[in-house]
């Protein structure tokens, strides 16, 4: 489904991703850890296509699409949705008109039909109320899950999430993961989810990869990775022991 193959991207002099490949199966969900600044950002990107790796393939259902133009990328974009770190919504926009943006922009859909997924893709994330306010006027966490409502409501086979749940409570946090975990089982949608919870990594992952320095340390199921000698990835399992 999605396969990467000595992916290197540099910055400058600045090498960040140093040669990784992994091959992510249909309907897994394949978390991403690391430390700050190794590169996890700049990998989902790549693969959406918002950045082009230096050397190295990216394949999406069979087909290389790291070298694709901006129009062959389109219904790439439209199968593979991200959920950026940072919300990214149009801050002239009501919260349901960010929601519908994607829907109205690749899809000839009646008002209706609009506002059943919008609802619906709202409710997933447990947002109430708030359809007819700005961004401004809602707090970082709810921007956040009206973020993540307007990539779930395109429905897309590929979803990139870029840490859903850094920022938010702990309430909202188990539920995006189950979230995650629902779309996954049902929708057989397959997901890349970089976060920083390893906690929540060993429970709904089907596979973790651990990233150190633009380079895969460790990749494995939870449990190969709790029997892992790597000192980093000791350490983010020593967070989850104590
Ligand atoms: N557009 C860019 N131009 C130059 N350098 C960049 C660019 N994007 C990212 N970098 C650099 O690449 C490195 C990796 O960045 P990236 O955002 O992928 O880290 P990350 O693993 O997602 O970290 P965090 O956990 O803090 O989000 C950083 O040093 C960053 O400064
Ligand atoms: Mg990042």
Redesign the pocket.
């Known amino acids: 489904m999605i396969e990467f193959k000595g992916i290197v991207k540099r910055?400058?002099t600045?090498t960040?991703l140093n040669g990784l490949s992994a091959k992510i199966r249909e309907g897994e969900i394949v978390f991403i850890l690391?430390?700050?600044?190794?590169?996890?950002?700049?990998?989902l990107?790549n693969i959406v296509g918002l950045?082009t790796p230096d050397e190295g393939e990216i394949w999406i259902d069979n087909e290389e699409v790291s070298k694709f133009s901006e129009d062959q990328y389109l219904p790439i974009r439209k199968k593979c949705g991200m959920v950026f770190?940072h919300p990214a919504l149009f801050d002239s926009l009501s919260i349901y008109e960010n929601v519908a943006f994607g829907l109205r922009r690749h899809y000839q859909l009646s008002e209706e039909e609009i506002r059943n997924k919008v609802s619906k893709a709202l409710r997933l994330v447990q947002l109430h109320g708030v359809e007819n306010k700005r961004p401004a006027q809602i707090s970082y966490g709810m921007q956040k899950r009206a973020s993540l409502a307007r990539t779930i409501a395109l429905e897309p086979r590929i979803l990139l999430f870029?840490?859903p749940t850094t920022g938010l409570d702990p309430v909202t946090t188990t539920a995006v993961n189950q979230l995650i975990l629902d779309l996954s089982r049902e929708l057989k949608t397959t997901s890349m989810v970089?976060s920083?919870d390893m906690n929540c990594a060993l429970t709904i992952a089907d596979r973790i990869i651990v990233?150190d320095k633009g380079q895969i340390v460790e990749m494995g199921t939870p449990d190969e990775l709790k029997k892992s000698q790597h000192p980093l990835v000791k350490d983010f399992l020593a967070e989850v022991l104590n």
Request: charged letters at 25%; zero cysteines.
């Open positions: 910055f400058g600045r960040v690391g430390t700050s600044g190794t590169g996890k950002s700049v990998l990107k950045m770190q870029d840490e970089v920083h990233l």
